[in-house]
Nanobody, 116 residues
Framework: QVQLVESGGGLVQAGGSLRLSCAAS????????MGWYRQAPGKQRDLVAT???????TYADSVKGRFTISRDNGKNTMYLQMNSLKPEDTAVYYC??????????WGQGTQVTVSS
């Protein structure tokens, strides 16, 4: 059974840092692109950052320069280092994995709360 499990969320003060992890298991095929999305209460789920299997990254404008996405293919784990956090970063953060011809997979989400 394929699974994506996020960890590392929590409560932090504005200006602080958190590191999210996403562990993939059960995949018998390559995950071509992994990404982080977030959803604040009452809002749609938005893209935060993506990383390809080759290491190419993309970021939402709102997090550029503050967040860094990375992945360890050997450990089947993806990370999101979040620095200079702002209250508007408060959301549930979801891990996503996309595999060509297989589709998209989601984790259960981890809450990030940034207090002002």
């Amino acid at each position: 059974q394929v699974q994506l499990v996020e960890s590392g969320g929590g409560l932090v003060q504005a200006g602080g840092s958190l590191r999210l992890s996403c562990a993939a298991s059960g995949f018998t095929f390559p995950i071509n692109v992994m990404g982080w999305y977030r959803q604040a209460p009452g809002k749609q789920r938005d893209l935060v950052a993506t990383i390809s299997s080759g290491g190419t990254t993309t970021y939402a404008d709102s997090v550029k320069g503050r967040f860094t996405i990375s992945r360890d293919n050997g450990k089947n784990t993806m990370y999101l280092q979040m620095n200079s956090l702002k209250p508007e970063d408060t959301a549930v953060y979801y891990c996503n994995g996309f595999a060509t011809f297989r589709g998209s997979y989601w984790g259960q989400g981890t809450q990030v709360t940034v207090s002002s």
